[in-house]
Nanobody, 124 residues
Framework: EVQLVESGGGSAQAGGSLRLSCAAS????????MGWFRQAPGKEREGVAY???????SYADSVKGRFTISQDNAKNMLYLQMNSLKPEDTAMYYC??????????????????WGQGTQVTVSS
């Protein structure tokens, strides 16, 4: 069974940095896609950054140049380095996995497996 566990959330000042981690286990496929998503109160869940098993990356316009997604396939870890944080980055952040290999980012409802989320709060 696929399990995803996020960690690394917390509080930061605007302009600061946080690094999120997602430990994945039980993945039976050699090709798949993963992503980081976030959901603020009263808002829909949105994609932040995406990566597939070939290392193809994609970012939401709102985080380009500030966030970096990466993976360590040997350790089954997914990361999100968040720099130059803004108050509008405040949200619950989730990592997700889809067993399909996506060349271009897929919307949240396409992802089959989700972590429990980690809260990120950015103060001005």
């Amino acid at each position: 069974e696929v399990q995803l566990v996020e960690s690394g959330g917390g509080s930061a000042q605007a302009g600061g940095s946080l690094r999120l981690s997602c430990a994945a286990s039980g993945i039976p496929w050699s090709s798949y896609s993963m992503g980081w998503f976030r959901q603020a109160p009263g808002k829909e869940r949105e994609g932040v950054a995406y990566i597939n098993t070939d290392g193809i990356l994609s970012y939401a316009d709102s985080v380009k140049g500030r966030f970096t997604i990466s993976q360590d396939n040997a350790k089954n870890m997914l990361y999100l380095q968040m720099n130059s944080l803004k108050p509008e980055d405040t949200a619950m952040y989730y990592c997700a996995l889809d067993r399909r290999w996506w060349l271009t980012p897929a919307p949240p409802h396409e992802y089959n497996y989700w972590g429990q989320g980690t809260q990120v709060t950015v103060s001005s």
